[in-house]
């Protein structure tokens, strides 16, 4: 099955098989901002699973049917209830996990420093939250940030009635990758409601031809130490893949060396077989070192692993080293082939309408909001990038098409995009816009579409040398830079800031 992306991740295309580092536009499964380990945890308070009456379309005053919308509340650390703040993490494009109001994470560390009522809500279409009785496409136009930002709105006057709060309990709002652009655009068009937000790895800049993805990939891979010409190895390799692919006659080869069944059929399935192969690496850098354990990885792999395998000679030329570690990848999954059907994809993603559908989990409907918001699309257009040629933008929008419908076409695309940017400012954001903090890692490749200086004195951007997606998010550990270090202390003199001086 193709690889779904995604902030923001926000973290496109991949293989039939979810088994993938990522999935839809550098989306792993569950979301791009993944769930920190109970390894990690210092205490036990699970946040219970609560209900809240929410609009179906906040837009249509005729409109008036309802759905219920989940959250969860962790009181722990509220003890001056008059003025204690309120500390909202903004689900994205996975199920919300209660864990990051159990364990001890960045924004629970700051609850606790400053007294705060926690709160996470779930995004609208995603997990248990489901306003139609299905993800037909046509009950799909419900789904948006828009909508999900209204529906945060509102929720805002649900907990205000509920806690008897007043305007002393000041609201700040967190999130990471797709929900971090939220978390800034909830600022921004509710200033009102949101006294400050912190915005991690957050791609605020939708765009089409995300081609600066793998051009940071390309300069991560070179920071790997031992091995400055790790990413000259993946280009010898990629060049000699793509002229084989060009050469149907040899296919057979291709499909042997890398271990592919069933067999290729056409151009669709060689796209995928070059996006995917390329997605393993993409995996790898997004989620480099500072965030592998989290994942319950017991042998955390980084780009230097990857670099170790590209450049050692003694496997053979640069593509039986590509090969290497596609097998590598292979074994550490338990898989034994790797397979690469586009036609898979675009039957799992059309039939995936019903709440129990494996499609349901995050894949349709985040594929959804490329086609219809964001684009995002992790092409191989760039010449600054070595996984050769074989994925352009025309492969992702030819993907939107089959599965939504050929309206999905490049400038429908585009002019939901220019619609998207107009609505919330782009880059442009922070000009004008005070109380956001915009953390993000250097080898992130998401980080390209984020806010990297601070344009003004009240809107400060961090970014994180030496670390990845949404590093500066997850429980300390002892290994952690001190770059790392360092913009945890300056998210959290921020997070003060905002509730003391408006």
């Known amino acids: 099955m193709l690889r779904l992306v995604t902030l923001f991740a926000l973290c496109l295309y991949t293989s039939y098989a979810w088994r993938r580092p990522l999935l839809l536009h550098g989306r792993p499964e569950n979301g791009m901002l993944k769930p920190p380990s109970c390894g990690y945890c210092e205490r036990d308070e699970p946040a219970n699973e609560q209900w809240f009456t929410q609009y179906l379309d906040h837009y249509d005053p005729q409109n008036s049917k309802t759905w219920q919308q989940r959250y969860f509340v962790n009181e722990s650390f509220w003890t001056n209830k008059e003025k204690g703040p309120v500390f909202l993490m903004l689900g994205g494009e996975g199920p919300a996990d209660p864990v990051w109001l159990a364990v001890n994470t960045d924004m629970m560390r700051n609850a606790e420093k400053f007294g705060a009522l926690a709160i996470l809500i779930e995004h609208r279409f995603y997990g248990k939250s489901q306003p139609t009785p299905d993800i037909e496409t046509n009950n799909l136009r419900y789904l948006s940030s828009e909508q999900a930002l209204a529906d945060v709105a509102n929720f805002h006057g649900f907990i205000v009635d509920k806690y008897k709060l007043t305007e002393k309990n000041r609201w700040i709002s967190f999130g990471g990758s797709y929900s971090g652009a939220l978390s800034a655009w909830l ?62 006659d040899q296919w057979s080869s291709v499909e042997s060396k890398f271990s592919i069944k069933p067999s290729l059929q056409d151009k669709n399935d060689v796209m995928n077989l070059a996006s995917t192969l390329a997605g393993t690496f993409m995996g790898v850098v997004q989620y480099n070192r500072d ?60 039939g995936g309408v019903t709440w129990d559908s494996p499609a349901a989990e995050g894949a349709r409907q985040w594929f959804y909001q490329t086609c219809s918001e964001f684009g995002y699309y992790q092409t191989s257009d760039s010449d600054n990038q070595p996984f050769g040629k074989m ?104 997070v003060g800031e905002f509730l003391t001086k408006g």
């Open 291 to 350: 965030n592998r354990a989290f994942e319950g990885a017991t042998d955390n792999h980084t780009l230097d692993d990857l670099c170790d395998v590209m450049t050692d000679t003694s496997l053979g030329d640069e593509l039986d080293r590509y090969a290497a570690v596609n097998s590598a990848y292979l074994k550490l999954t338990g898989q034994d082939h790797l397979d690469v059907r586009y036609q898979e994809f675009v039957d799992f993603m059309k």
């Open 391 to 494: 994925f352009p933008l025309s492969f992702a929008v030819q993907q939107c098409q089959d599965v939504f419908g050929p309206e999905y076409n490049q400038t429908f695309i585009s002019s939901r995009i220019a619609w998207t940017t107009a609505n919330y400012g782009s880059k442009n954001i922070s000009k004008d816009v005070q109380n956001i903090v915009f953390p993000n890692g250097a080898i992130d490749p998401w980080h390209a579409l984020g806010i990297l200086k601070s344009l003004n004195p009240f809107t400060t951007a961090v970014y994180i040398m030496g670390t990845a997606h949404c590093a500066n998010m997850y429980p300390p550990r002892k290994e952690d830079l001190q770059t790392l270090v360092n913009a945890r202390q300056t998210i959290s003199h921020r």
């Open 187 to 248: 600022r921004i068009k509710y200033p009102h409601l949101i006294s400050g937000a912190v915005a991690t790895s957050a791609p605020v800049w939708p765009k089409l031809n995300f081609v600066e993805y793998l051009e940071v990939v390309q300069a991560s891979l070179a920071t790997s130490k031992q091995h400055e010409d790790c990413p000259n190895a993946v280009k010898v390799a990629t060049t000699k893949l793509d002229a084989m692919l060009n050469n149907q």
